[in-house]
């Protein structure tokens, strides 16, 4: 058994240093935020939704490839089975935070409650990966994370009014390969998490799982079984050391 590690029970902080420096963190994701934000307001405005409703729908939603997604299946007429369908699979997409919130826990939640919960309204892949590796490197202030969230949380939903009015030019992210910008940067920065050489064998179990379920299994299930795949992996990996 492995003895509990002493900062286990210890409170951390939550500054307001702690949130400009998880601000600055989050600037080399800043480009590709702004252009898949844009490409969120192009495909409001292709669905006929006003320029307030798109910036609204980015501020209380806030759900990046989920968000994109749901505007590409929205449907000409709504009904009861077309709203089950769009919950299904932007439900689906969403699962992943269930994996992130699980691993940020034994951190946050030594945090205080209400800056925390507000960070994690805000939790995406960008500030999962840079509030996880700021923590793996000894860092305690809960404030990164939150104001990594909060600060692409502004900038997202500001950036859906260039896009909205730049209409169908950015309706479709693969046109510009905008639906691997944030994918690579995400990439590039989780690199540093993984220090043991194990942990790096998660990445090709998490990839086959993911290809193998999209050539077996319709819609977006390859997300969620590449991520429990690689969760796996990666633990069984680690528990060996």
């Excluded at 902080?13 to 601000?23: I, K, L, N, S």
Aim: aromatic share 8%; with cysteine; glycine share 10%.
């Amino acid at each position: 058994m492995h003895a509990p590690h002493p900062d286990a029970a210890r409170p951390v902080p939550c500054t307001v240093a702690g949130m400009v420096e998880g601000a600055r963190l989050s600037v080399p994701m800043l480009p590709g935020v702004l252009v898949f934000a844009a490409a969120v307001g192009a495909a409001s405005a292709e669905k006929g939704l006003t320029l307030g409703q798109a910036v609204l729908m980015s501020f209380t939603v806030y759900a990046g490839a989920s968000q994109l997604l749901a505007l590409q299946l929205w449907p000409e007429v709504f009904s009861l089975a077309a709203i089950a369908a769009l919950a299904a699979v932007t439900t689906a997409v969403n699962l992943r935070f269930l994996l992130m919130g699980a691993a940020l826990q034994p951190w946050l939640s030594r945090g205080p409650t209400g800056p925390v919960h507000l960070g994690l309204a805000g939790l995406t892949d960008a500030n999962f990966v840079i509030g996880s590796r700021y923590h793996a490197q000894g860092g305690q202030d809960a404030g990164v994370f939150v104001g990594a969230g909060l600060f692409m949380w502004i900038i997202w939903t500001l950036a859906t009014i260039p896009g909205h009015a730049l209409g169908h030019l950015l309706t479709d992210p693969r046109r510009f390969a905008i639906d691997m910008v944030m994918p690579l940067t995400f990439t590039a920065m989780s690199i540093g998490l993984f220090r043991l050489r194990r942990d790096r064998l998660a990445w090709p179990v998490a990839a086959g799982a993911a290809v193998i379920t999209a050539h077996l299994v319709a819609g977006y299930w390859f997300i969620i079984a590449g991520a429990v795949a690689g969760s796996l992996a990666a633990g069984a990996f680690r528990d060996r050391d």
